[in-house]
């Protein structure tokens, strides 16, 4: 069966970090290009950030540039984002998502709420 499954979401503050984690399994995760989402009450789903298969190449959306970091551990077969300098705009369903070869999957989401 394949499955993605988020944790590390949660309540923080402004200006505070979070660190979101993603653990795959049932298929080839380091062939797989993986990627972070998110979704606001009454917004789209945006992309945040992606990872290539090998880790050397990483695309983060400007609202993001330079806060999020997002890394791989093919060895564990988990992505991570780490969110640092949190502002309220980031609240948001985070979801993993894998792609290759038109196969696309996705996890159930883990809530991140930004609010003092």
């Known amino acids: 069966q394949k499955q993605l499954v988020e944790s590390g979401g949660g309540l923080v503050q402004p200006g505070g970090s979070l660190r979101l984690s993603c653990a795959a399994s049932?298929?080839?995760?380091?062939?797989?290009?993986m990627s972070w989402y998110r979704q606001a009450p009454g917004q789209e789903r945006e992309l945040v950030a992606r990872i290539s298969t090998v880790g050397d190449t990483t695309n983060y959306a400007d609202s993001v540039k330079g806060r999020f970091t997002i890394s791989r551990d093919n060895a564990k077969n988990t992505v991570y984002l780490q969110m640092d300098n949190l502002k309220r705009e980031d609240t948001a369903v985070y979801y993993c998502n894998a792609r290759f070869l038109g196969r696309d999957y996705w996890g159930q989401g883990t809530q991140v709420t930004v609010s003092s």
């Open positions: 049932g298929f080839a995760f380091s062939s797989y290009v």
